[in-house]
């Protein structure tokens, strides 16, 4: 008998405890409970797996000749052909790998540097803020559109020199949202207690004071993604964006002869344009309420 309880004792299995197990983030459960916000995901993950994709779905050189000129849409060329005999689908999912490109790296750059100056200039204040402050809203009234224009114009638009220039200009709003976020926490208990057991400022800054600062900057940067694919495309219909690498701005410029004759390549880049640009402001908003800290804090009875 002694030995059967022993092996019960030993083998059963423990209790699970099934909250923890299906626990998720309240941010994730009050995200889900957004249309809008769900809608945006579902269509910035779709945009992405093309470009991922691009090669399967595509494979070759874009650029390459595929048949005849100025072909409308067919079950061969789903997306009809351009004036020099070139694939419009095969152009459009390796276009999105570069528009992506340049708006995710222009919104990492733009991030970063927003981060540093508009922590620094929130916890330090006084003399460091206002000189921070003043260098900012000097970058902030630069026509930031013509400024780029000039720099393509000079020095080549190839994709990197595009992704530099706009990340060095778009950090403006996020360098001023962490500002005054930070100011807003710096006189914070958790802060002064830190402070009073003698934790060095830049590591309250770094570890107490920025993770709280942050889920604003994230709905930011979601939103200076699609504004940078629009300036991306905008300079590439100037004809100043890299010619060697098809995006949606550059099949848009070679559109602009062919309104009439071949509309299939200008509605579709136009199109996927459109797509990306809702895709990523529906989500930054599904972001922004369901980061908010009033509804963490107001809404938690019900999650």
């Not at 595009?162 to 926490?185: C, D, E, K, P």
């Not at 830190?194 to 004071?209: C, K, Q, S």
């Amino acid at each position: 008998m002694s030995e059967t309880v022993l092996s019960v004792k030993i083998f059963s299995t423990p209790p699970v405890n099934e909250r923890a197990v299906l626990r998720v983030p309240r941010w994730w459960r009050r995200f889900a409970r957004q249309p809008t916000g769900i809608l945006g995901l579902t269509l910035t993950l779709i945009v992405v797996a093309v470009a991922l994709c691009a090669a399967w779905l595509a494979p070759g050189d874009p650029f390459r000749n595929v048949g005849n000129a100025l072909q409308a849409p067919t079950a061969k060329h789903w997306f009809g052909t351009d004036d020099l005999g070139r694939d419009v689908f095969a152009q459009l999912v390796h276009g999105a790998r570069i528009s992506l490109f340049v708006g995710l790296a222009v919104a990492l750059l733009s991030t970063g540097i927003g981060i540093l100056i508009g922590s620094l200039s929130g916890f330090f204040g006084g003399w460091v803020d206002d000189g921070l402050m003043r260098f900012t809203e000097m970058v902030q009234v630069l026509p930031r559109f013509f400024l780029a224009i000039l720099v393509a114009a000079f020095f080549g638009g190839n994709t990197f020199n595009i992704v530099v220039l706009l990340g060095v200009t778009f950090w403006t709003s996020t360098a001023r949202i962490l500002r005054a976020q930070i100011f807003s926490l710096r006189e914070r208990e958790f802060v002064i207690a830190a402070r009073a057991i003698g934790v060095p400022d830049l590591n309250i800054l770094a570890r107490h004071v920025l993770p709280n600062a942050l889920p604003p900057i994230l709905v930011n940067a979601t939103l200076q993604i699609g504004a940078a694919i629009l300036v991306e495309a905008g300079l590439s219909f100037l004809g100043l964006g890299d010619r060697s690498n098809v995006s949606w701005g550059y099949m848009l410029n070679n559109a602009q002869g062919f309104l009439r004759a071949a509309w299939w390549m200008s509605v579709f880049p136009g199109l996927a344009i459109l797509v990306t640009l809702v895709a990523v402001n529906l989500l930054g908003d599904g972001l922004n309420d369901a980061l908010n800290p009033r509804l963490a804090a107001h809404g938690g009875q019900n999650d």
